[in-house]
């Protein structure tokens, strides 16, 4: 009978280990979707902040062509994108231009 009882106990120990492991597992999972989440919010949240800036550094597009320069950018699939600046306009400007266009496509 006692030894009944000992292996039983063994088996009880081998079973509360067993369940603690996969207990941690489940909880590192857990953890693991937590940080890839948050991680997609934060580049959700920097893109979002990136395509606001853009949007207050541009202008809109000049309609008199007094003043103002017009680039042609040809994209590797041949399309041709066209948009005036203005002469005062910085590099920023024609960056911020490029990004909308790419995130409107």
């Known amino acids: ?16 280990l067993r369940e603690e492991g ?8 857990a953890r693991l979707e937590q940080e890839r989440v948050a991680e997609e919010e934060s580049i959700g949240r920097k893109k979002r902040e990136r395509l606001e800036a ?6 809109e597009e000049p309609t008199n062509p007094a003043g103002t320069c017009r680039i042609r950018f040809t994209l590797p699939t041949g399309a041709k994108v066209d948009r005036r600046f203005y002469a005062t306009d910085t590099i920023r400007a024609v960056e911020s231009f490029l990004l909308l ?5």
């Open 1 to 16: 009978r006692r030894e009944q009882d000992d292996e039983y106990l063994q088996a009880l120990e081998i079973d509360r």
């Open 22 to 29: 996969v207990a941690r597992e489940r909880e590192e999972v």
């Open 54 to 59: 853009a949007q207050r550094d541009l202008n």
């Open 101 to 105: 266009h790419f995130e409107n496509s």
